[in-house]
């Protein structure tokens, strides 16, 4: 069944940390994203990608990076983690053409202590 | 940048009694996405509206397009339980690339 896969689903990491967030996407989509948000709150754009090498950032600033090597596989990588970056982060993908509805992995909730 | 904005931000309503949630952006409107987010969950994609005044179903939700692509609603007949969450619209950005996400209206269903 095609489908986003985020992983972990929860992540409770030190301060100074580098930690990794993992999505992929076995629906063959060119267009990913990443999105913060709160819990109850806005969605927050912090990078996207419209295809392998592409990589943007978007609307919100953030101290992540992302890369996208294949198509399918989408990680974020937080290299020294504050409690700042405490959050929900949302992976999506869409179809290149416009259009079409994104479709949202479970996300990660992440906590920095 | 462009802003899209939804009112109210909060809606408490009765088990039963209809909602309305509406969308408008600082531009005028161009494609309008609407999503569904449960507590603790993840947004769902439920429609898509690209006419002037289009109207579509769902069940008991019903989505509409202003004439004027100034604005854009969804309304739900008979709330239940279920319909509890947020419930997001986009429109596409400047550039017709991304997708820019309204604030939400959450919504809580007393039974």
């Known amino acids: 069944e095609a489908d986003i896969y985020q992983t972990p689903r929860y992540l409770v990491i030190g301060t100074g940390k580098k930690i990794t967030l993992e999505c992929s996407q076995t629906m063959g989509h060119d267009k990913m994203y990443w999105y913060q948000q709160d819990p109850g709150m806005e969605l927050h754009l912090i990078h996207y990608s419209y295809g392998v090498n592409s990589t943007e950032k978007g609307d919100l600033s953030s101290e992540s990076t992302v890369s996208r090597i294949r198509t399918e596989h989408f990680p974020l990588t937080l290299e020294s983690a504050r409690p700042s970056h405490t959050s929900q982060y949302l992976c999506?993908?869409?179809?290149?053409?416009?259009?079409?509805?994104?479709?949202f992995g479970s996300g990660t909730r992440l906590t920095v202590v | 940048g462009q802003q899209v904005m939804q009112i109210p931000q909060y809606q408490h309503v009765q088990e039963g009694e209809d909602f309305t949630t509406y969308c408008n952006s600082s531009t005028t409107l161009s494609n309008i996405q609407w999503y569904k987010q449960r507590p603790g969950g993840h947004p769902v994609f439920l429609i898509q509206?690209?006419?002037?005044?289009e109207v579509k179903k769902q069940k008991r939700l019903t989505f509409q397009f202003g004439e004027a692509k100034k604005n854009s609603s969804l309304h739900i007949t008979a709330t239940q339980t279920t319909d509890v969450g947020t419930y997001f619209c986009?429109?596409?950005?400047?550039?017709?690339?991304?997708?820019?996400f309204g604030p939400g209206t959450r919504l809580s269903v007393l039974p």
């Open positions: 986009a429109d596409v950005d400047n550039y017709g690339q991304n997708f820019v």
């Open positions: 999506a993908s869409s179809l290149r053409t416009g259009g079409h509805g994104y479709t």
């Open positions: 509206l690209v006419k002037s005044g």
